[in-house]
């Protein structure tokens, strides 16, 4: 017993091993724990999966077996005041690489699009938690309390910072595995708790640094020291990712050499504020946030770290807060105090939420479910407890009575996180995920598709063009869909879209995010490239036409099983959100083509395109065909946002019957009096549609307005392919809910084009090679799933 309690109580500085001569016997004890909580968590999970909880909740219930009902004292005696000792180093390591891939895998891009939401919940929950603290902590004296405290100021501090801190650590975690981190409120919780817990790890910093601890003076000093190396860590680290991947160009992943220092170089770094008395989640993170994100650098250490991180490390991190429990020590002196310190927690974090729900427009059921996710608190460590202990903050019941509240508020988290992710899917499901609808204010969040690397730079390149603000852009996923069946050919066409994506990252600032989706049966990719749209919560799916140009300009099928995937996503009801469908000419001789990204294809243009309302350069002339009906709304819709690009002109051609043509309506579109004029049917839908468009882009001349009088089958063929050599993109709704009086005649393109329409099939089907490419668009239809 007393050999055990000396193997557990020494540790070097760093936490990171033991003292020789006894680094074996205890790397030897925690592996025979990891190895019972992996096993035991996996045999829990295999019945909590079922109710939608996170692995973490396994994972804790496996270590209070492991622990709590005397499982660790059947390998090893440690008393529950040591387990921080013996385990301190392993969670410190799985704290600062969890954190480091946090940083990592984080959209940038869309946590700044949310700065204001999450900035205004950080400070509404924190402040809240803040002043309830400091009101209850004389009470807390007399119940948690029974030994003299130095001052009564100190305790008041500790006790706020104990309460309103979260584990950042465990609320990514949690919401990256229930997926909540593709929603708006999912990364708004994320930000929240990491924010929250950067102010309490700050907070703690500077209590350990005042003249109320007994080191004060000197962890001032230390404290700078670790801004310092923090600071030059994450100066430092991109140009030298970056001359990494220069070394490694063309390569999927880096040599082991370069592996090996950039690893070293995480683990350092991360642990140098461990040495010096601090919490080095902050700069592990930010480390993370800093690393580049495209070239093969990024793409080794995320496929070294996350195996043995999420599969070793994660569950025993989450098992350590169970292992603490001991039952043989509770009582009512411990448990009640602990509770108490679980709903003051919740207290005081529903308060902010419910009083910021208003201004954030989030329903206070939601807001309150959020101020429970944020109440987790993880490991006491995390509170940097040494500190509290060594101060004479805290006594032994106290220390017991924080991590019965931790625990509790852990396992309160897996039933709230269920129920949030339910009302997420359920809302993306039942929302209308159509451009058509999409506000000013929302995030586009888009996924393109390509089964090449040949194909793939056309559809980057009308991603980028639908980004005006590259910034505030989430994270687009490009699936990469490749062939299964030789290893090493997929393996190079991996690397090669790897390429292709990297400088597309590099030249736009828009975050790429390839997904490669092994196709092994033709039949199930379009179910597959689905499946992973509504993963991601998609507003757009685009995806390449099956339909490809050849050398001499003709459009044809090269492979049955393409066909096959245009013709699945476009079935009804199977794409969970929009769908846009790229007819790329990469071989056309007029205009410009989709290959390379705008800013370099302005450096390399031979001549300058103007603008159609100005005399404005531009690189691409783009034109939108709307004959009316859902799919035509959205394909103005797409168009309309391209209008704000700067390197795109716009014109939208609207086609109407001759003898159908409504002279009074067009009349009051010129005077700008739409709202005197009667308007019935189905076309009172299309026709405010078109006044809208026509009020906030063509009045303002940021795009061109053409009314194309027809009157025969043959005036609509030669109005479209008189589009040849005019514009590199033409953006056309795919059809089957267009007025029945346009597309009369049109029968055998109809028959043609069964997956795309007659118009677009008109489009598609040209083989001129002054043609520009075609995108048809699909708008998204609710369907209501059993």
Request: hydrophobic share 45%.
């Amino acid at each position: 017993m007393a050999r055990s309690y000396y193997i557990c109580s020494h540790i070097d500085p760093l936490g990171l091993s033991p003292i020789p001569g006894i680094a074996l016997d205890t790397l030897f004890l925690v592996a025979i724990h990891a190895l019972a909580v992996v096993l035991l968590s996996k045999l829990f999970h295999l019945f909590l999966r079922r109710y939608h909880q996170p692995t973490a909740i396994s994972q804790v219930l496996a270590g209070v077996v492991v622990g709590g009902m005397g499982l660790r004292n059947a390998i090893v005696h440690v008393d529950v005041d040591n387990v921080e000792d013996m385990y301190g180093g392993y969670i410190s390591a799985a704290r600062i690489l969890y954190m480091f891939l946090v940083g990592l895998d984080m959209d940038i891009a869309a946590l700044r699009h949310a700065t204001r939401r999450c900035v205004a919940f950080t400070y509404a929950t924190v402040a809240a938690s803040l002043l309830l603290a400091a009101v209850v902590s004389s009470g807390m004296y007399g119940s948690m309390m029974h030994s003299p405290v130095k001052t009564p100021e100190l305790l008041a501090a500790t006790l706020m910072l104990a309460l309103t801190n979260t584990s950042s650590m465990s609320v990514a975690r949690i919401a990256g595995e229930m997926r909540l981190t593709v929603t708006e409120n999912g990364r708004l919780v994320v930000a929240a708790a990491i924010a929250t817990n950067l102010i309490c790890v700050l907070g703690d910093g500077v209590l350990s640094s005042t003249t109320l601890a007994k080191e004060g003076s000197h962890q001032i000093k230390k404290g700078f020291l670790a801004l310092a190396v923090a600071g030059g860590a994450v100066w430092a680290v991109r140009p030298a990712v970056t001359k990494v991947n220069k070394v490694n160009a063309g390569n999927h992943h880096v040599s082991i050499r370069h592996l090996a220092a950039m690893l070293l170089a995480i683990w350092f770094v991360g642990n140098i504020p461990q040495y010096l008395g601090f919490d080095g989640m902050p700069t592990s993170l930010a480390l993370g946030m800093a690393f580049p994100r495209e070239g093969p650098a990024a793409r080794s250490v995320a496929d070294a770290l996350s195996p043995p991180v999420k599969g070793i490390l994660i569950p025993f991190y989450f098992a350590t807060i169970g292992m603490r429990l001991n039952f043989n020590t509770m009582s009512g002196a411990i448990i009640v105090p602990g509770v108490l310190m679980t709903l003051l927690g919740l207290f005081g974090k529903a308060i902010g939420a419910a009083a910021v729900a208003g201004y954030l427009n989030i329903p206070l059921s939601d807001a309150l479910r959020f101020s429970v996710l944020l109440n987790i608190k993880g490991h006491v460590d995390t509170m940097n407890m040494k500190f509290a202990k060594s101060e004479g903050v805290w006594a032994e019941q106290a220390l017991y009575a924080m991590i019965i509240g931790n625990l509790v508020s852990t396992l309160v988290s897996g039933p709230v996180v269920a129920v949030v992710r339910r009302k997420e899917e359920e809302a993306y499901r039942t929302r209308h995920q159509a451009m058509e609808s999409l506000g000013a204010e929302q995030e586009l969040r888009i996924v393109a598709c390509a089964h090449t690397s040949h194909a793939a730079p056309g559809m980057l390149s009308l991603v980028e063009l639908l980004v005006n603000d590259p910034d505030e852009q989430p994270a687009v996923h490009v699936i990469h869909l490749v062939n299964g069946h030789g290893d090493g050919a997929s393996r190079d066409a991996v690397t090669r879209m790897n390429t292709i994506v990297d400088l597309f990252t590099r030249a736009t600032g828009i975050w790429f995010r390839q997904i490669d989706a092994v196709v092994r049966r033709d039949g199930a990719v379009a179910s597959a490239v689905c499946g992973l749209a509504e993963e991601a919560h998609a507003c757009l799916l685009l995806v390449p036409c099956h339909k490809e140009q050849r050398y001499d300009g003709a459009m044809s099928c090269r492979l049955d099983g393409r066909r096959d995937v245009t013709h699945g996503v476009l079935a009804g009801g199977a794409a969970p959100c929009t769908v846009g469908v790229l007819v790329d000419r990469p071989y056309r001789n007029t205009s410009t083509s989709f290959t390379v990204p705008s800013s370099i294809a302005a450096a390399a243009a031979g001549r300058t395109l103007l603008h159609p309302c100005s005399d404005r350069a531009v690189t691409h002339v783009i034109a939108a065909v709307f004959f009316g009906g859902a799919d035509d709304r959205e394909a103005v819709s797409f168009a309309s946002r391209l209008a704000g690009h700067h390197a795109i002109g716009l014109t939208v051609f609207r086609f109407v019957k001759r003898s159908t043509y409504d002279t009074v309506t067009s009349s009051a579109r010129v005077d700008g009096d739409l709202d005197d004029v009667a308007l019935e049917g189905e076309g009172d839908v299309d026709e405010r549609f078109m006044w809208r468009f026509y009020e906030r882009y063509a009045s303002r001349e940021l795009a061109m307005y053409v009314e194309k009088v027809v009157e025969s089958p043959s005036d609509v063929e030669e109005t479209l392919d008189g589009m040849a050599g005019m514009f590199s993109l033409v953006v056309v709704g795919r059809g089957g809910r267009q007025p029945p009086e346009l597309m009369a005649g049109l029968d055998r393109w109809a028959d043609a084009g069964g997956e795309m329409g007659p118009a677009a099939e008109i489009l598609a089907s040209n083989d001129s090679l002054e043609m520009g490419s075609v995108l048809v668009m699909q708008q998204h239809t609710v369907v209501m799933r059993q």
